[in-house]
């Protein structure tokens, strides 16, 4: 009879832990963290989702393409980086394309989009930057180099008809330092870069 009662004391303390774990670490801890993260980081805890005219137009965090429905740049925006998530920026498939450098597909890959690049903006191919060309490793990287918008500004000036000194400026004006202010190097994000393009008037002032 002792032995049953010490065992069933074991049970109903293992229960007791059990419920007390359960809602202080399933319950309390996550609201917890939750509340520190909107409180304090509310815009990052939210996935630092941009908005035009009220409605959002991505996160600042992940890359995005700007193409058409053929997957053709569209001459009026910034690129991004090239993409190998999924069918391109695909948020729920981050990936690299796991090629090694001597690789042939990720050669024939790079010489097609220095190809592309170069029609495009009407440079040779010794002018075009290695993140024009090549994907990160998340494939959501959403910041390009400034060398690359750079590139890109004449083309981008021309079809939206706007000088091309003002999206120079407006370039220089988006280029961010590296983490802490010296780790890493300088880049731009795409997506904040088009935000401010597109609040651009017709005489290139925002």
Known sequence: MTKIRGTSRQYWVAVRAMLVMTVVLGILYPLLVTGVGQLAFNAQANGTIRQVDGEPVGSALIGQGFVDED???LPEWFQSRPSAAGAGWDGAASSGSNYGPENPDLLDAIAARQQ??????GVSVDQIP????????????PHISPDYARLQVPRVAEARGLEESAVAE??????????????????VNVLDLN????????????
């Open 170 to 187: 407006l370039v220089e004006s988006r280029i961010q330092s590296g983490d802490l202010g010296y780790l890493g190097d300088p880049t």
């Open 71 to 73: 997957e053709l740049a």
């Open 195 to 206: 935000i401010a393009l597109q609040q651009m008037d017709p005489d290139g002032s925002n």
């Open 130 to 141: 290695a993140d024009a060309v090549t994907a990160s490793g998340s494939g959501l990287d």
């Open 116 to 121: 592309a690049i170069s029609e495009l903006d």
